[in-house]
């Protein structure tokens, strides 16, 4: 589940940031030292520039920790290992670094799996094995390389809370997440949170300016992660892409509805286009079971001994499994069987990792789609700075766009001044309606319609009067200079690429 939501929490990479490592062994558990299954994990790091989408970040180096499960796989946060270009995994105690790669990232749920070729990196290692999710006021510990320490730190903790939760790399997502008041510190992010002998969470963050409250993934989330990926692709959490609200605390409101009395669950306000629940939801149905569990009305179940969000009930589904939905219509009583899909809002609430920014320039102009990256850009509290279209845009896009075909919000970022575009600042920022009135439903769609100009390029706006009207022979001509003048080794990116290197 994704939301725009400010997040009080922080990842608990070390300031370098680091990626995990993998391995496998046999399982005499019991005879084992879960310690040797804990490894170091060193990465080299690039991010992307969202206002000069052609160049790159400087490069950061970040320590994180790993541990190893069943079938010679490391274990650790995708934020260790987000736009990695180098990862290196050192086991416990040993000096030796081995190269690892990145086989699968998920940045919605923060987690990650690493592989290491050398077959030397496995002896001596048996693979921790995974348990359930612990229970409130138990004991747990927590495994790591805190500071970027060289020895393993264990601090011990209890279970305070288990909720639904944002999980801070992306800034958007939301899972079951495990609050303990054990010591989590920078650089134990992908470490083991351990019981009987079991992982029962892998450490991911903390929160602002407060002491010894730390976050876990608990084993709900990496079991599904880690089902996910056995098919060669990670695909994700999905969701049914519908909006509720829980208007049945108000009898008024059920009466109105034709609800028998005493019924509970929450009111559908919208089925987005596109989702997999278009033809089977409508405005002011009241969905009151998913599957085996009854919805109450603040749209809770029991689940895990748990009261929990339904959304819970869609997690434990796979992308393209289904899900039953009992709801009542109308005062009539309906259950259909919906796909889990995999609904996106068209500027996607989550920061992104792994893929170069698409753009494309001409003439010094600076065509990029509307993205949180890109809106991050303004800096801290950047949802009160960027100008108020866009905020509108990010924030509501899921329910404004109803146009099937609209892939982006296209803006004007920036411009390269030259003789050619003078005068053209007033329009930076400014989101695209149309290129030589062609329609912009996507980056894609930018140079297509540029290439249709004649004597004039001209660019409409949404909610500007007056459009940016340029010479388009002149500029034209001025196309490459400008280019070369600013550096801008290449002229587009239309497909998201993933450029970091193992």
Known sequence: MKTPTKLLFFALAAILTAAPLLHAAPSIFDTADPKDA?????????DYNYVTPWKQEMMQQGVGTGFVIDGNRILTNAHNVANHRYVQVKKRDQAKR????????????????????????????????????????????????????QHISTTEGVVS????????????????????????NPGNSGGPVMQDGKVVGVAFQGMTNADNIGYMIPTTVIRHFLADCED???????????????????PAYADYLGIPEGTEGLVVTSVLLNSTAEDILQENDVITKIDDYDIDNDGMIKIHGLTLNMAEAIEQKQIGETIDLTFYRDGEQ??????????????????????????????????????????ESWGGRWISKVPHTLRYLFIDSRELNDNPDRDDYVVLSQVLTDN??????????????????QPIMSLEDVPTAIAKSGDFLTIKFMGQPTPLILDYPEAAARDSKIRSNYNVTKQSNLEETHEAKS
């Open 38 to 46: 804990v490894v170091m994990i060193r990465v080299v790091k690039q």
């Open 334 to 375: 309906h259950t259909k069987n919906v796909t889990v899909g995999l609904d996106e809002p068209v500027i996607a609430y989550s920061r992104q990792f792994d893929k170069a920014p698409r753009y494309h320039v001409f003439a010094g102009l600076t065509f990029v789609p509307i993205s949180r990256n890109y809106l």
């Open 420 to 437: 050619v575009n003078s005068y053209t600042d007033d329009f930076v920022d400014k989101v695209i309606k149309s290129i030589n009135d």
């Open 161 to 184: 809370r288990i909720q639904m939760g944002v999980y801070s790399h992306s800034q958007a997502d939301q899972h079951l997440q495990v609050q303990t008041d054990a010591a989590i």
């Open 232 to 250: 060669g692709t990670y695909d994700g959490f999905g969701n049914l892409g519908v909006s509720t609200f829980t208007g049945l605390h108000n």
């Open 98 to 149: 081995y190269i690892a790669k990145v086989a699968f990232a998920g940045h919605d749920c923060d987690l990650a799996i690493l592989q290491i070729d050398d077959p030397t990196f496995y002896e001596g290692i048996t693979p921790l094995p995974i348990g359930d999710i612990p229970a409130e006021n138990s004991t747990v510990q927590t495994l790591g390389f805190p500071m970027g320490g």
